[in-house]
């Protein structure tokens, strides 16, 4: 079956710093990939997507590529602020069911 | 903007009680979907339904049930809340075809005591 795979948490870095967050894959077909925001006492918020191989979503400075080759859609942004303090979460789609990791709590000390 | 909704926030209930979750949203969506997220598990699909009346289990559907009478509402029905069931609900819907990115509510917090 599907499966996601994201690092785990928590990652606690400084504002201004450059975050990774992995996220890897599994699954049949050619799915659509997602990355979910969370922020405390909040639902999710879709952040950005990409919908085929070798997209890159793009928002609010954070960004991530769709890579077939290596099943992968690792979420980037070069400048963290403190209000990106969220959890995060990888996703991805298969018919129309979504499949999530367990998501990663990210925190931006000043 | 979607907007999906949520009856409640905050609930607490007690060990066997019935209890109704409630989801509203107004962008016409064919599908809907009940998660719930614990700490360390992610989100995880209980019920889904891709049309009124209609409904799919999802990955741990035990406990509960749903109803979708309206298109624009779906409830989670929890027939004898036990204290496992205690958790953070988060609604959903899509749009039937496209690439599927999910609306989310805010979240109910049930507590189970």
């Known amino acids: 079956g599907n499966s996601v795979t994201q690092m785990e948490g928590p990652v606690t870095l400084s504002e201004e710093a450059f975050l990774t967050i992995n996220c890897t894959y599994t699954?049949?077909?050619?799915?659509?990939l997602f990355w979910y925001v969370q922020y405390p006492g909040e639902g999710l918020q879709l952040l950005l997507k990409?919908?085929?191989?070798?997209d890159k979503g793009s928002n609010k400075g954070f960004e991530a590529t769709y890579r077939k080759e290596t099943t992968s859609f690792h979420l980037e942004k070069g400048s963290v602020q403190v209000s990106d303090s969220a959890v995060y979460f990888c996703?991805?789609?298969?018919?129309?069911?979504?499949?999530f990791g367990k998501g990663t709590l990210l925190t931006v000390n000043p | 903007d979607v907007k999906v909704t949520q009856s409640s926030r905050y609930l607490v209930k007690r060990t066997g009680e019935k209890v109704f979750l409630e989801c509203v949203q107004d962008?016409?969506?064919?599908?809907m979907f009940w998660y719930r997220q614990d700490p360390g598990l992610g989100l995880r699909l209980i019920y889904f339904?891709?049309?009124?009346?209609?409904?799919e289990k999802g990955d741990i559907p035990e406990g509960y049930s749903v109803s979708r009478e309206k298109k624009e509402r779906f409830s989670l029905i929890l027939e004898s809340a036990s204290t496992n069931q205690t958790s953070m609900y988060l609604c959903?819907?899509?749009?039937?075809?496209?690439?599927?990115?999910?609306?989310f509510g805010p979240g109910t917090r049930l507590t189970v005591t």
């Open positions: 959903a819907s899509s749009l039937l075809a496209g690439v599927y990115e999910q609306y």
């Open positions: 699954a049949t077909g050619y799915p659509s």
């Open positions: 990409a919908t085929k191989a070798d």
């Open positions: 996703a991805l789609s298969s018919n129309y069911k979504l499949t």
């Open positions: 962008m016409d969506h064919e599908n």
């Open positions: 339904s891709y049309d009124v009346k209609m409904k």
